[in-house]
Structures are given as C-alpha cells and as structure tokens.
C-alpha cells in the first residue's frame, strides 16, 4: 500500500545571521496496512508458536517520519489467553527492525487485558509515548512490534484489510515538511546530484572532520569580486555536542577537501549547530563573503566544502535534488563577459517569408512570374491533378517590383539599412513556390537555379552566423502560414530555441474570402496587386494550386467572423434552389464547404469566360485546407518564442459574395467591409494568442498627403510597420503611434467614400483635381493579359472582380472617372456612397451600350455624384456623340439634341435622308439659342410626324423610328 503524507506551509526566519525556514505545526494521518492476509479469515495470529513477539513487515508501513511526538495507533486484536498468569499481552511499539530497540511504545494495561481475553475482537485506539531518537527521521524503514504475546500456539489474533478493517495510523504532532528552495536564477548551479532515491548525501568519510561537492559537479565558475549566496538543506544530530560541530561552508578550489585554501567562505554560528541537531531538515541561505584571489575567475574549476563535519559516522546530511531540494549557488554580482548581455545591444539575424505571388518563378531563364505582357506565361504554372508542376518551375528570389509598382522593394531597403547600421549581422528572404501547400514546401523544400533550399537548413546558418545565436522571423500575407509551419517543424525537432521572435504582418491565419472569390470567379487573390491577370486563365490554372485553397475561410473564420461569406439574392430566380437548400446565406463552414465543392444543389462547371458562374472546387484539395486549419488555426506557440501579429485596418476588403442578377443572368458582385487591409479581414489576422496584437490604422495613415496609400500588398513598405519591426528585432517594447495601436479603431470614426463600379466590358479610372490617376491606365494595350493598375489618388483604392471593376474615392472635392470598351456589350455604372460598412445606392445608370471603340469621361462632384451625366465618345475621335443620365433622371435640352444628332448620323439610309433630318434639327437649336422655344416645340411635332411618314413609307426602320420618336418627345418635354 502506497504510504500518502500530507505537506505543511513553511516560513523563512532568521536565526544567527542564517536564513532558513520555519515549519508551522499541522496535525496529520495516514492509513498503513499493519498485516495483508493471503487468506480470506480477515485475521493474523502469532507468526511464532513459542516466541512472544511477531511484528509487521517494513514492506508494508514503509518509510515514517514519526518525528518527536505522540503517535496515535488503531487496531483490531483478541487474546483468550491475555489474563493468564503470564499476564500477556506486554504492548505494541515502533522499531526500526524485529527485535531493534523501539522508537515509541504503548504498554497494554491490566484492564486491556481483561477485555482482549473475553474471546471477542476489540479495537483499540492507543498513544504509543514519544521518542528523540534520529532514527525515527523519515529515512529507514518502521515496523510495528506487538511484544510479549500469548506463548500458547496461535491464541492472539489480529484483524487485517481482508476484511475492510484496515488499522489506521494517527500521528498528531508535526510533520515538518519538505524545505522551501527558491527558484534558482538563470546563473545558478546545480552543486550536487543524488544518485540514488534517498534524497541524502552523508559525510563521505567515516572518521575525517570534512565533506566536499567535487568540481565535476560545480565546474568552471567565475565568481568574481562580489558576494556569492548558497542554499542548501541539511541536519547534523550531533551539532551541539561537545565538539561544536560543524563549523562552516566554503567555495574552495577543486582539488581542495578541508576548505583550508577556501575563496570565500561562512562560519556556522551556535543558533545554527542547535538548530541542525534537531533532528529536521533545514534549509540555509548563507552569505559566503568575498573574494579577490586571481583562482576565482572562471578559468579553473572550484568545488563546495563542508568543514568541522561531525566525526560520527555519517551523522552529517545534506539533501540533493533527488527529493527537488537542490542546492544552488547564487552569484549577486556575475561579471558579464558577454556582450550580448545588456538588453539591446544585440539582435538576431532576420528571415523574412513574403506572401503568395510573392517569389519570382522561372522555367529556365524565362520568368514566368509575374507574367509579362503579350505573354503566355500563366498556362506555363499549372499543377497536374495530382499536384505536380507540368514544367520545371524553380523559385529565382523576391518580387520586388513590377512596372513601377513597388511589392517589397521598400521593405528590402529597408532591411538592408539595418544591416549597414549594425542593428542586425545579416538578414535573408526564403522565396518559395507559392503554388504549394506550406506543409510540401518544409517537405520537398525549395527548388532554385542553384539547387534545393532546406528552410530548415537556412534558419540554422542564419542562427549560426548571429549575434545572439537566433532568428527573428518577419512575415507577409501567406508567408505566415508558412512561418508557422516551420516554427512546429523546428518545435518538433527540439529547435524552437532558434527562433528569437515571429512577425505576422496582414496574414490570412483563418483564410479570407477573397480567396472564395478568385478560385469560383477568377478575381484577384489582391495579394500583390498593381496589376490584374486575364482572370479566366488565372482561375483556370489555380483550381490545382493547394496553397490558393489554403487561403480559403476556415472551420474557425466562421466562428470568429459574424459576416455571412456568401449571400443569395432573394429576388434572382435562379437562387431559388440554392435558397431553397441552405437558406438565404451561407454563413457556417460545412454549408461552405458544401457549396464550393458542388455538394446539396446539382450545378455544372462553368466554361472558361463564364466568370460570372461559380466554380466547382476540387473536393480533395478543400479538405487538405480544412485539415491544415484544423492543426495551425489553434497552434500554440512555444513561449520562448515572442509572437507578434499586425493586422491592417480601415480599407475597403471583400467580406463576402452575392449572386444577384445583372443584365438580365446570374451574376455576382463582391461585398465590402471597411475593417481589413485591402485582401485580409482583421479577425483572421489577430487570430493567435499572441505577446502583442496591433492594428495599422491605413485609413488614418492614407489620409497623410505626403504619402502613398498603403494597403495589403505593401504594408512592409510603410513607416509604421517598419518601426514596429525595428522594435521587436531589438527586443524592445513597440511603442503606440496614431497609426499603430492595440485598440481595434472604430469604423464609425472614418469618413464615408465614394465608390463608382463598372459591370461589363469596360476599363475603369479617375482622376483627381490635381490630375492623380487611379485605374487601369487607359493608354496600355488593353487585350493583355496583363492589365496594369495606378492608385495615385491619395486615399482611393482600385478593386477587379471579373467584368466589374470598383473605385473608392474620398468624398472631397471632384473627379472625372472615364471608362473605355474592351468588348462588345451592355454595361451597368454605380456610384454609391459606403459608410460604417454599408454601401447606400446614390444613381445608377443601366445598360448602356458599349464597343471596343467606346470611351466616356463624367465629372463627380463629392458634394452632389448624383447629378453626374456620362458623355461617351462612340468612335473614340475625341468627340462627345451621346449624353446618359442617371435612371430616372432626365437629360439636359442640349444633352437630348447631341444624342438626337448622333442616333441620326449612325442611321444606315440614304445619305440625303441623314442630311434632311439633320438641318431640321439644326433648325431646332437655332430657335432654342434665340428662346423661342415655343416655335421650337412646334418644329419638334413637324419632325416627329416626318420621322412617322419615313417608317410608314419603309424609308425607316421601326427600331430607328422607335429611338428617334422617345428622344423628340424627350426633347418636347424639356422645352
């Protein structure tokens, strides 16, 4: 049976000068088996036929602290012959053996033996006396003697646990419990290991007066000049005899085993030697002095001495840390020969993992991205089904730039400066094929011209070649998902000591929707930005791409984001269905997870340009996201590892999808929210628990004139960011700023935008009062494949989604947006006014027609956008042809007559027919010029009833008639 004691509470007192602590008394108990039958009578009876003694055996009881005090013992016993003439039984003691002297006795009285000999079972509940002798100590094994029994064979019987009568064990007085040890600073040592379980080292040395720790233990020491503290637990029973021992404790050199050539040393004084022979442990905390010997400084090995030890054998001990009581030693003034030690005044070595579409990819020396323009470079990325790359594909370095939009070129400056200025040795970037998963990456690791890079092997030199022997990790967007991947690989091999701190800036650690939107419609992933991609191909080729699917909202994102992800418009017909089986939203991870990959309502894949039908994603590739979130979506990181994580705040991020109709089909359009950064909501980017959690506020900073916008994709680049890295590669405290905060901003506190969106086959851009350009630049070859995109207006964002584009503008002072055809169609333009996350319709204008020849330009005024008129240019010759208004807004007289004009000059008649009609028009404008609209209003009615006449007489069609009629009655109406 395991023996189980019950701890007490100790204090620290001072007592000659000596530290040590206090135990405060507690009563306690214990149950003991005193005998286990093998047989089921529940009994024991004398072991001996004709010796009056039997006893219990060691195994057991086991080892008893029984201290000083009264003991208290409960048992079951009958003797038929107790009375007799030999008056037996005599009693029951504590001994350390069967016939060893006893510790603690209890003498059975004439009246016990009155009741043991009626032939019934009596328990008894006895005081066995007290004793003060060492070996009662806790450290040798107690037997229980019942002494002076029956002679006659088998008459005494006691009860044992056969039969649930387990006798029970009180001890009343005071357990003195195990020493308090202060926790040991980070310069402590350890000064002896116990081998053995008994928790104790005794004097080595049977009759010499000295004891030693030998320097394998302590080894090479710089002590110093200062003082030097030691603590130990120890107990000498012969302290106060009349030799006064022991004397001391002292720090010696090694081969030294008398303390006779000591360092520093500490005299016992006579509390201390009466407070050792109590008999108890005590723990010590001792000042040893100083030292100036040119022994003590570092280069030798030193040991500890006990000196003036009792010359009994053994009657010195001292605990180790077998029992958690290890000595250590304390050095209070530790010369610091390294210069790393103050804070500050070193830093780890830097790696930085950028974000997906963030690593140049060539096949051969062809760069295949970024693609470059007229290119076919996108095909040239795909993945096979089962995730092999169809061309050799190696990763060539970071993008630092493309086309005058810097990615990470001013991040790269930047952590170049920190080399130059000494603030770190060295920093490197771990470009990757951002195609696979972060998982197959730390597997396969990284394919370049010059061969395969290990990340793992790339931590290490980096570690190895720093000043602090670690690595501060800084990483962007997806980099994150990576950087957490090899923080768990370094984790799992025992190496997460190599990573000083981690830096999560703008990572999508539940996944974003945007993500949703590229894979089903071939949007812009808006990681990168600065350019758009033909989205059909882009879509194509990522429905391989595990990692775009790792960027899908997790199991978790739906549990920390209230948004719904996708919305179905209830008043699109061809959402019924959809409706019908998951409701109006999709807004928990298995409808999600249902609905992306073709599961509850029957749908087909789209064909390649149909951008505006979902696609079906592969189901394997969603549950391998599923599983990586499942395992880094609550990854804890280790705790020596400081955690940072930034989360971009204040510009317009997808947070959703709708389908809704649009040209009179299914469609689509994106749902914004203000708190994100441009590609990443805010709650996938604080989601760890972390040191530090900050928020750069991009609305406050992009409202700066002096500056450019800053937003997802260039987010390293930025002032605030930078300084916050600074701060973590030197260890110090990040300090607040009005752009980077703890607090999330409020988005109640932003002032509204403008947002104006195209939908149709056209490019989209404005310019600002001063002539800052944002937009797909018009003057580029606009059937590329690679479209580039300015945002030089300040505080403006430009968005792609397919055949729509959007721009958000500040709603000060004005703005001529223009538009051009890429194709032939209809095109619907919003302009809407987005606060506090909701976007309120200010005018709309509906299917106007569009070729590739058509331009337009509209002037916005942020005081009154809905007063804005389209002019379009149909032919592209710098002329305005037509005049389009708001839904339900009427046009200008001279509006209705530009058009009138152009609807005529476009008619395919006679020549002759074209000019007539036109010198009646023009005859209208001369009476408006000279206000004489009446006489105007009459020669609209002529023209009317002569465009009527030409229909009848087949000289007009009637869609030409048609058109030709609305606008004089228009223009009628308008005199």
């Given at each position: 049976m395991r023996t189980r004691i019950l701890m007490t509470l100790c204090f620290p007192t001072v007592i000659g000068g000596l530290l040590y602590f206090q135990d405060v008394p507690k009563a306690y108990a214990q149950n003991v088996t005193l005998y286990s039958q093998e047989d089921d009578s529940g009994e024991m009876v004398s072991q001996q036929p004709t010796f009056q003694n039997t006893w219990i055996a060691s195994e057991s009881l086991g080892n008893l602290f029984l201290g000083k005090d009264r003991l208290t013992i409960t048992f079951t016993m009958k003797d038929p012959n107790a009375s007799n003439i030999y008056g037996q039984p005599a009693g029951v003691a504590f001994g350390t053996c069967a016939t060893c002297q006893n510790l603690q006795t209890y003498y059975f009285t004439a009246a016990d033996r009155t009741l043991l000999s009626d032939g019934s079972f009596h328990t008894f509940t006895v005081q066995t006396g007290t004793t003060t002798l060492g070996t009662a100590d806790g450290e040798t094994p107690i037997y229980i003697n019942?002494?002076?029994?029956?002679?006659?064979?088998?008459?005494?019987?006691?009860?044992?646990?056969?039969?649930?009568?387990?006798?029970?064990?009180?001890?009343?007085?005071?357990?003195?419990?195990?020493?308090?040890?202060?926790?040991?600073?980070?310069?402590?040592?350890?000064?002896?290991?116990?081998?053995?379980?008994?928790?104790?080292?005794?004097?080595?040395?049977?009759?010499?007066?000295?004891?030693?720790?030998?320097?394998?233990?302590?080894?090479?020491?710089?002590?110093?000049?200062?003082?030097?503290?030691?603590?130990?637990?120890?107990?000498?029973p012969n302290a106060s005899n009349i030799y006064g021992t022991p004397q001391g404790i002292c720090l010696q050199p090694a081969d030294s085993i008398n303390c006779s050539s000591s360092l520093q040393k500490y005299y016992f004084t006579a509390a201390d030697r009466t407070l050792l022979a109590d008999q108890a442990f005590?723990?010590?905390?001792?000042?040893?002095?100083?030292?100036?010997?040119?022994?003590?400084?570092?280069?030798?090995?030193?040991?500890?001495?006990?000196?003036?030890?009792?010359?009994?054998?053994?009657?010195?001990?001292?605990?180790?840390?077998?029992?958690?009581?290890?000595?250590?030693?304390?050095?209070?003034?530790?010369?610091?020969?390294?210069?790393?030690?103050?804070?500050?005044?070193?830093?780890?070595?830097?790696?930085?993992?950028?974000?997906?579409?963030?690593?140049?990819?060539?096949?051969?020396?062809?760069?295949?991205?970024?693609?470059?323009?007229?290119?076919?470079?996108?095909?040239?990325?795909?993945?096979?089904?089962?995730?092999?790359?169809?061309?050799?594909?190696?990763?060539?370095?970071v993008l630092e730039t493309f086309y005058g939009t810097s990615i990470y070129s001013g991040f790269i400056s930047f952590m170049d400066g920190l080399v130059a200025s000494g603030t770190t040795t060295e920093w490197k970037a771990l470009p990757y094929d951002w195609r696979f998963s972060p998982e197959r990456i730390l597997v396969d690791g990284i394919?370049?011209?010059?061969?395969?890079?290990?990340?793992?092997?790339?931590?290490?030199?980096?570690?190895?070649?720093?000043?602090?022997?670690?690595?501060?990790?800084?990483?962007?967007?997806?980099?994150?998902?990576?950087?957490?991947?090899?923080?768990?690989?370094?984790q799992d091999d025992g190496k997460e000591g190599l990573i000083d701190s981690f830096i999560m800036v703008g990572t999508p650690q539940l996944g974003t929707p945007q993500a949703a939107a590229s894979l089903l419609h071939g949007d812009d992933e808006g990681i990168l930005s600065g350019f758009i991609v033909n989205p059909a191909t882009a879509r194509e080729i990522a429905q391989n791409f595990q990692?775009?699917?790792?960027?899908?909202?997790?199991?978790?994102?739906?549990?920390?984001?209230?948004?719904?992800?996708?919305?179905?418009?209830?008043?699109?017909?061809?959402?019924?269905?959809?409706?019908?089986?998951?409701?109006?939203?999709?807004d928990t991870y298995a409808e999600f997870f249902s609905f992306i990959t073709g599961g509850g309502v029957v749908r087909t894949d789209p064909e390649l340009t149909q951008l505006w039908i979902p696609e079906i994603l592969r189901t394997g590739l969603v549950e391998n996201a599923r599983?990586?979130?499942?395992?880094?979506?609550?990854?804890?990181?280790?705790?020596?590892?400081?955690?940072?994580?930034?989360?971009?705040?204040?510009?317009?991020?997808?947070?959703?999808?709708?389908?809704?109709?649009?040209?009179?089909?299914?469609?689509?359009?994106?749902?914004?929210?203000?708190?994100?950064?441009?590609?990443?909501?805010?709650?996938?980017?604080?989601?760890?628990?972390?040191?530090?959690?900050?928020f750069f506020n991009l609305a406050t900073y992009n409202a700066l004139e002096n500056i450019p916008d800053y937003q997802h994709r260039s987010l390293l680049n930025s002032s605030p960011v930078q300084q916050t890295l600074i701060s973590v590669i030197k260890n110090e405290n990040i300090s607040q700023t009005p752009y980077v905060v703890t607090a999330k901003p409020v988005s109640g506190s932003l002032v509204g935008q403008l947002v104006v969106s195209t939908h149709s086959p056209v490019i989209l851009g404005a310019y600002d009062q001063n002539g800052n350009f944002t937009g797909i630049n018009p003057n580029q070859g606009l059937g590329a494949d690679v479209l580039l995109v300015t945002e030089d207006i300040p505080g403006s964002t430009f968005l792609s989604f397919g055949d729509s584009q959007y721009l958000f503008l500040s709603k000060e002072g004005s703005y001529n947006v223009v538009f051009k055809g890429i194709g032939s169609g209809p095109t619907d333009v919003d302009i809407q006014s987005f606060a506090n996350d909701t976007a309120s319709l200010v005018a709309t204008y509906s299917d106007i027609s569009v070729t590739a020849s058509t331009s337009a330009i509209f002037t916005i005024d942020s005081a009154s956008p809905q007063d804005a008129h389209i002019?379009?240019?149909?032919?592209?010759?710098?002329?305005?042809?037509?005049?389009?208004?708001?839904?339900?807004?009427?046009?200008?007289?001279?509006?209705?007559?530009?058009?009138?004009?152009?609807?005529?000059?476009?008619?395919?008649?006679?020549?002759?027919?074209?000019?007539?009609?036109?010198?009646?028009?023009?005859?209208?404008?001369?009476?408006?010029?000279?206000?004489?609209?009446?006489?105007?209003?009459?020669?609209?009615?002529?023209?009317?009833?002569?465009?009527?006449?030409?229909?009848?007489?087949?000289n007009?069609?009637?869609?030409?008639?048609?058109?030709?009629?609305?606008?004089?009655?228009?223009?009628?109406?308008?005199l």
């Open positions: 019942f002494f002076g029994l029956s002679q006659y064979h088998n008459s005494t019987h006691l009860k044992s646990n056969a039969l649930g009568t387990i006798p029970r064990l009180i001890i009343e007085g005071v357990l003195p419990s195990p020493p308090v040890i202060p926790q040991a600073p980070e310069e402590a040592v350890t000064v002896y290991a116990q081998e053995d379980k008994t928790g104790v080292m005794t004097n080595p040395q049977q009759t010499f007066l000295n004891a030693f720790i030998d320097s394998a233990n302590l080894g090479n020491l710089s002590l110093g000049q200062g003082k030097l503290y030691l603590t130990f637990t120890m107990k000498d005590h723990t010590f905390m001792v000042e040893t002095g100083t030292t100036t010997s040119m022994y003590a400084d570092g280069t030798r090995p030193v040991s500890i001495g006990f000196f003036g030890l009792s010359q009994y054998q053994y009657g010195t001990k001292i605990k180790s840390n077998a029992d958690g009581t290890i000595p250590f030693l304390k050095i209070q003034k530790l010369p610091s020969l390294d210069p790393c030690a103050t804070p500050g005044t070193c830093a780890p070595n830097v790696l930085f993992i950028p974000g997906i579409k963030g690593s140049v990819l060539k096949i051969n020396n062809d760069i295949v991205w970024p693609p470059t323009f007229w290119s076919n470079d996108l095909p040239e990325l795909a993945l096979t089904d089962g995730g092999e790359s169809v061309n050799p594909v190696v990763v060539d370095g394919q370049t011209p010059a061969g395969i890079v290990d990340p793992i092997e790339e931590i290490e030199a980096l570690a190895a070649s720093s000043e602090t022997g670690k690595v501060t990790i800084v990483a962007h967007s997806m980099g994150g998902l990576l950087g957490k991947a090899l923080i768990k690989r370094l990692s775009t699917y790792d960027l899908l909202p997790s199991s978790r994102y739906f549990d920390e984001v209230a948004e719904p992800v996708i919305i179905f418009d209830p008043s699109a017909v061809f959402t019924q269905a959809w409706r019908d089986y998951w409701g109006p939203a999709i599983d990586f979130h499942n395992l880094y979506d609550t990854y804890a990181f280790p705790d020596s590892i400081r955690v940072v994580q930034v989360a971009g705040w204040g510009a317009p991020t997808v947070k959703g999808v709708m389908y809704k109709n649009r040209h009179f089909r299914q469609n689509y359009e994106p749902l914004f929210t203000i708190e994100g950064d441009n590609t990443v909501v805010y709650p996938s980017a604080i989601s760890s628990i972390a040191d530090e959690t900050y002019q379009i240019d149909l032919n592209n010759d710098g002329q305005i042809d037509t005049y389009v208004a708001p839904d339900n807004q009427s046009l200008t007289l001279n509006e209705l007559l530009t058009n009138l004009k152009t609807v005529i000059q476009n008619l395919t008649v006679k020549d002759k027919l074209k000019i007539n009609i036109l010198k009646k028009i023009k005859n209208i404008e001369k009476k408006i010029e000279k206000q004489r609209n009446e006489k105007a209003s009459r020669t609209v009615m002529n023209l009317e009833k002569q465009i009527i006449r030409k229909g009848v007489r087949g007009l069609s009637d869609a030409d008639v048609a058109e030709i009629v609305q606008l004089l009655e228009q223009i009628e109406n308008a």
